[in-house]
């Protein structure tokens, strides 16, 4: 984790910022731009459809008329278009300008996908002669420059270092490397948006319930917050639980929860809301209480996340 927070106003007279290439200006990308210009870089902007960023002109970044062009322009190149395809298509572009385009830079790939889509292109990149770091964007469009920005990195760890003072426009309390395998930021966004779904599904369900005995999703809202802060502080010490493998109920055990999970599909269905969720984390629970985990806490049904197939007949060993 890094901070540098230091603007343009604050470099020393002699400073000078590195160049910067953006490549697709849709919304994320055009915020990403605009954080680099008001660093100080001077940043080159391509976008298959021109025209749909007249305000990165006005704030002095340079338009170039093809992807080639704006990769000639700086040795950093940041691309983040809609998603893989867009990213083949112009890694295809960037291909067919002719041999040595990437050697000696580092393209630095923000579009959101897969850990094996950002293998595939770090190696392809490398076929090329250039460098490449796959990136996760944790962050909407108007926090990106903002202390609230968090952007997350994976390849060479030289490459990062390198360009990590320009990076921390985009992100400048939280510009983190997360190692040299490239597919470790697509595989850090996705377990991201997993648990952000879970939680506000879990808000949304509970909304739909007391919706349904006239109560005000706004009425909930501050409760679930609390609540939800409540289980956040939970997390450290159920990680610990999960790495050791090992699961005392200091808290509750796994049984007094389904019990619970009960009672919310009751609920549920005696108001008419969908038992779905409910029915997911009840299978989920009363698996892990089949195979022996009953007495086990809640970090205890990581075993059933593990596997694809459901199994039940483990050992207890809390
Ligand atoms: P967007 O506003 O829809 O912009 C998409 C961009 O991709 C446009 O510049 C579009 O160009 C370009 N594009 C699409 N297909 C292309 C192709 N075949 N070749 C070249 N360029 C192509 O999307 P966005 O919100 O900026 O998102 C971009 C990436 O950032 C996505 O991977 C998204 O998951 C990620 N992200 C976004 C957010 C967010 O809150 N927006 C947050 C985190 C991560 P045209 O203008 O020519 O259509």
Do not use: K
């Amino acid at each position: 984790m890094t901070d540098d927070r230091n603007g343009p106003r604050n470099a020393p007279a002699n400073d000078t910022r590195a160049p910067v290439a953006v490549l697709g200006l849709g919304l994320m990308g055009r915020a990403l731009a605009g954080a680099f210009l008001r660093e100080g870089h001077p940043t080159t902007v391509w976008n298959r459809t021109p025209g749909r960023a007249p305000e990165l002109a006005d704030a002095g970044a340079r338009p170039a008329a093809s992807p080639e062009e704006a990769v000639a322009a700086a040795a950093l190149v940041v691309v983040c278009v809609s998603d893989h395809t867009a990213v083949r298509d112009l890694l295809d572009r960037i291909d067919a300008a002719g041999p040595g385009l990437l050697t000696g830079r580092v393209l630095v790939n923000l579009t959101s996908g897969t850990a094996a889509r950002a293998r595939e292109n770090a190696a392809r990149v490398a076929a090329a002669g250039g460098g490449y770091l796959d990136g996760a964007i944790l962050a909407v469009p108007p926090a990106i420059g903002t202390p609230e920005a968090v952007v997350l990195y994976s390849g060479a760890h030289a490459d990062f270092e390198h360009h990590a003072p320009a990076l921390r426009a985009l992100a400048p309390d939280v510009t983190a490397h997360l190692g040299e395998d490239h597919g470790l930021a697509a595989l850090h966004d996705s377990a991201v948006l997993g648990l952000m779904w879970s939680v506000l599904n879990g808000f949304l369900h509970g909304a739909a319930l007391l919706g349904a005995a006239g109560v005000d999703a706004s009425a909930f809202a501050p409760l679930a917050a609390r609540s939800t802060e409540t289980v956040a502080g939970w997390l450290a010490g159920y990680a610990a639980q999960i790495d050791a493998g090992a699961y005392p109920a200091d808290d509750a055990t796994l049984e007094t929860h389904l019990a619970a999970m009960d009672h919310l599909a009751e609920e549920s269905a005696a108001l008419g809301v969908s038992t779905e969720l409910p029915d997911l984390v009840r299978t989920l629970a009363g698996r892990a209480v089949a195979a022996g985990r009953g007495g086990a806490s809640y970090a205890a049904l990581v075993e059933q996340f593990r596997r694809s197939a459901p199994s039940t007949g483990e050992g207890v060993g809390e």
